[in-house]
């Protein structure tokens, strides 16, 4: 089912009626929970075209309406990111007649993706048993800090502790501090982008068997899953990973150095040949055939008096010039960017990498475009967040037929 709203697309595209757009303009989905990890998962969908119909307590809605740093006239700057290009119904879950609408829903879509806790579905009857009777294509996505299996799978798991137990958390920060985070709720997001991908996987496997499944993410596993060889290197060596700021141990040149306005350039030369350009551009040709710097074992090796080295030089020249001399020499460099230089960037600028939507409050809203970007059947941005209940009359009167009548009395009794 296509639908319109005023909005702006991924192409750019401003303040004219848009079309949800992308590959997945077939699926419709239904969200239940709240706050990040399960939403983000949600949005990603609803990126690329699914209709999402996103489930909120009458009255309150999903806390991420309140969160956020900065509220100009009152209102969350994260809630119109994550909740972008959903429908808003609200839905008392803990009355048996929302619960009855649930399974109505479920007849009808695709996907279910829920963050409760494990077995709150089943007490409120919308476990996968018996979703699937209803609905034996339905597949279930859920998210959860530890899954929902194994003796922790009931205790409370925030991003925050899948973060330190899937290993991410005590390998972040300076060795001289405590461990530290990432500034983002990252764990979430990855337990939610590997949920993305597993309803996906789980859709394509549907049309080979005909049947959904559950789909079970847990923030630590999607943690532990981005930890590259950690644990084998434990395994093997009994070597453990420790804090080392901004670098990589071993892999050198790698590191933030200074430049004489006192900006901070990335500069990336690690491989052989990269750092014989970057030697070039030095002036210090002779410093690849040193012994010392030769190759990434010796270079690793010396990493700090190398550092050192690059460092004595980049403080002799302009951030400006000394980006110009790393391109001309096919060094990979740049700049730390925060959001300022983000929406000054020309190359983010030219791949629409920030874009404008519409918003009712707020006018034109900066945010991030979808990704990844696909060439036939590109997702896009149709409207931010919906407003508290704003679709509750468009979906249950149009998809599942309830009237005025119906839905005045289910407004009456509080189920929606």
């Known amino acids: 089912m296509m639908v319109t709203d005023q909005g702006i697309d991924?192409?750019?595209?401003?303040?004219?009626?848009a079309k949800r757009q992308?590959?997945?303009?077939?699926?419709?989905?239904?969200?239940?929970?709240?706050?990040?990890?399960?939403?983000?998962?949600?949005?990603?969908?609803?990126d690329f075209g699914a209709e999402v119909i996103k489930l909120e307590q009458p009255g309150s809605g999903d806390p991420m309406r309140e969160w956020g740093r900065e509220k100009p006239h009152g209102k969350s700057l994260w809630w119109p990111v994550v909740a972008r290009n959903k429908k808003s119904v609200t839905l008392n879950l803990r009355e048996k007649a929302a619960q009855q609408i649930v399974r109505d829903l479920v007849a009808k879509s695709d996907i279910l993706i829920e963050n409760f806790r494990p077995g709150t579905m089943e007490r409120w009857g919308l476990g996968y048993d018996v979703l699937s009777q209803i609905n034996p294509k339905l597949v279930m996505v859920r998210v959860t800090g530890f899954g929902q299996t194994g003796p922790y799978s009931s205790q409370a798991g925030y991003g925050s502790i899948g973060e330190a137990m899937g290993g991410l958390r005590y390998v972040v920060g300076d060795p001289s501090t405590a461990p530290s985070r990432m500034g983002i709720s990252i764990g979430d997001s990855l337990a939610a982008t590997y949920a993305a991908l597993g309803a996906l996987m789980a859709v394509h496997?549907?049309?080979?068997?005909?049947?959904?499944?559950?789909?079970?993410?847990?923030?630590?596993?999607?943690?532990?899953?981005?930890?590259?060889?950690?644990?084998?290197?434990?395994?093997?060596?009994?070597?453990?990973?420790?804090r080392t700021g901004p670098i990589l141990p071993n892999v050198a040149p790698s590191n933030v150095y200074p430049a004489s306005d006192g900006q901070m350039?990335?500069?990336?030369?690690?491989?052989?040949?990269?750092?014989?350009?970057?030697?070039?551009?030095?002036?210090?040709?002779?410093?690849?055939?040193?012994?010392?710097?030769?190759?990434?074992?010796?270079?690793?090796a010396v990493q700090q008096e190398l550092d050192d080295l690059i460092s004595d030089w980049t403080r002799t020249v302009e951030s400006g010039p000394l980006l110009d001399l790393m391109e001309k020499h096919g060094v990979p460099a740049g700049r730390i960017y925060r959001a300022p230089e983000m929406m000054q960037d020309p190359h983010f600028q030219a791949r629409q990498n920030i874009i404008k939507v519409a918003h009712?409050?707020?006018?034109?809203?900066?945010?991030?475009?979808?990704?990844?970007?696909?060439?036939?059947?590109?997702?896009?941005?149709?409207h931010p967040g919906p407003e508290l209940g704003e679709h509750t009359v468009e979906v249950l009167g149009g998809i599942l037929g309830l009237d005025e009548s119906r839905l005045a009395d289910l407004k009456a009794a509080g189920i929606i």
């Open 10 to 17: 991924a192409n750019g595209g401003t303040g004219t009626v």
């Open 22 to 46: 992308g590959p997945l303009t077939d699926l419709r989905v239904i969200e239940m929970g709240q706050l990040l990890a399960g939403p983000f998962c949600g949005q990603l969908l609803a």
């Open 205 to 242: 496997a549907r049309e080979r068997t005909g049947r959904g499944q559950v789909v079970d993410s847990a923030i630590y596993e999607a943690v532990l899953a981005m930890m590259e060889s950690l644990v084998t290197e434990y395994d093997q060596t009994g070597y453990v990973r420790e």
């Open 265 to 300: 350039i990335l500069i990336a030369a690690n491989q052989d040949t990269v750092f014989k350009r970057l030697a070039e551009a030095m002036g210090r040709p002779e410093l690849a055939a040193d012994p010392r710097y030769a190759t990434h074992s010796a270079r690793g």
């Open 360 to 382: 009712p409050v707020f006018g034109k809203l900066a945010m991030q475009n979808v990704a990844p970007r696909l060439s036939d059947t590109p997702g896009g941005v149709v």
